[in-house]
């Protein structure tokens, strides 16, 4: 069946080298970098790759950030409690945004 | 849970273990990547450890065992064989001496053995691969601790991590609360403890098809939830890859994880680990007296590869030392990232 998602694409990654090459090697240069340890640790960086994965709802980041928290360490709860993370401030973007919707009931309410 | 060989099971068999590595024609043969770094045939640099498995018996059925060993096993090293090996020690100057099964301690005769090595010598280095829950099993192991200490003994204990749901979902159920009991014995009699110089060191494998996470980052990580929590204190922990043979193998296959997880170990090839790898300072022993490049050659029964020295009687260091060592797609699995040996990384 024809998905438009296909886990197999996920090793093809590099490949969008092949249409645009300087910017690519740029930008996985960056990658790179922005992953390797630093002020915060190679596993912090991880968990919050995979709690932004679940944010932005990226099966391919989803894949490749479970397996790398779990070598680099993390248990199922770790991982969980980051997912709950992002759902928090996904669910709280949407609540917040909420007093926008009460001031303007406010607004137009006798 | 039964052994492989218990159930009867087609992966029991190392004949079949080697057909099915064989098989996966997408995967480069090692010894082609060995050639790539200029490291083969394989040749040994010296023989600095013998490492002597006394026995497939164990109290445990680890999901992940390479030996396959349970309490179902019943080959177990005869004392004949155990005085070969302090021959071979005594003869060859051996100074590192590493003790594993199974559960080397159920072995009838391992502190007569233990004991005997350490006539030899005050400065042979005795490694023990102690389990941990055999300290526990039976009062009649619960002075293992002071045994070990009376012998100058260093251990080794496998600890998949530092909760039970993990610990428990390779090793068995209620296996890591009886391994937090025996580590807190090792603790009291000074293992672990800074400056007692008795070591406990600790050793993570993933459970699951998936790669270590690096050795100095989880070190930090186990002392720090093992401390706060148990208040378990330990040197070093070591991290291991799980090779695809025997028991794991078979989770491989079933759990349908076995090719990614050799394209895994094959992306991950290391030539810096590979010319690194244990097999090149160390010989093996199996519970019957056959000698192999490692623990893992020994599983796949593929014996060192010598005219007249494949058992313990008839040792021949000038042989061992010119062998090519024997390779096969089993060994990705001590080349991947960081590598894997018994004492850890090799990169
Ligand atoms: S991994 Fe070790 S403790 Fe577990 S069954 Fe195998 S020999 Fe026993
Ligand atoms: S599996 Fe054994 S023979 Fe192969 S590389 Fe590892 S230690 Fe050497």
Redesign the interface.
Known sequence: MKTYYNSEDLKKFGKIADFQKPMADKFFDYYGEVFKAGAL???EKSLIALAVSHAIQCPYCIEAYT?DT????C???QMMEAVHVAAAIRGGASLVHSTQMMNKVKEISM | MKSLKAQNHPLSSSTHELEVLEAQSEITPFYKKLKESGLFPLKPTQIEVLQINMGKMCNQVCKHCHVDAGPDRKEIMTRDTMGFCLDVIRNENIKNVDLTGGAPEMNPDFRWFVEEIRKISDKINIIVRCNLTIIVANPKYNDLPEFFKTNRIDIASSLPYFTAVKTDSQRGEGVFEKSIKALNMLNAVGYGIAGSGLVLDLVYNPSGAFLPASQSDLELEFKKKLSSQYGIEFNSLFTITNLPISRFLEYLIRSENYESYMEKLLDAYNPVAAANVMCRNTISVGWDGFLYDCDFNQMLELKVETTGSQHISEWNQIQLLNRNIVVNQHCFGCTAGAGSSCGGTTS
């Open positions: 640790t190679a596993r397996v779990m070598e680099k360490g248990d199922e709860e």
